[in-house]
């Protein structure tokens, strides 16, 4: 199996900044997309930043420019680095990987368990 776990999510005032990772484990052969997504209570999980194998970025319109998604693939990790934060950036963050088993046919998507970010005004 393939365990993804975040970290560094918290309360921080408007105009701070905050660090996520994410970490995967197990029986991993190759891991190809590396996305953050967020959901606020009530709404759906959105997209917030992708990255590809390669190093290829995409941003969703609302963080572009203030956040960064960055990975370490020797590690199997990602990061988010979040500056100019928001109140409406408030939400529960969830990494997900493209990750293919050693002895899998295809990757599948595994996600990560949340962490709770709070930007406050």
């Known amino acids: 199996q393939v365990q993804l776990v975040e970290s560094g999510g918290g309360l921080v005032q408007a105009g701070g900044s905050l660090r996520l990772s994410c970490a995967a484990s197990?029986?991993?052969?190759?891991?190809?997309?590396m996305a953050w997504y967020r959901q606020a209570p009530g709404l759906e999980r959105d997209l917030v930043a992708s990255m590809t194998s390669g190093g290829t970025p995409t941003y969703a319109d609302s963080v572009s420019g203030r956040f960064t998604i960055s990975r370490d693939n020797g590690k199997n990790l990602v990061y988010l680095q979040m500056n100019s934060l928001k109140p409406e950036d408030t939400a529960v963050y969830f990494c997900?990987?493209?990750?293919?088993?050693?002895?899998?046919?295809?990757?599948?998507?595994?996600w990560g368990q949340g962490t709770q970010v709070t930007v406050s005004s």
């Open positions: 197990g029986s991993i052969f190759s891991i190809n997309s």
């Open positions: 997900k990987m493209v990750v293919r088993q050693r002895f899998a046919l295809s990757p599948r998507d595994y």
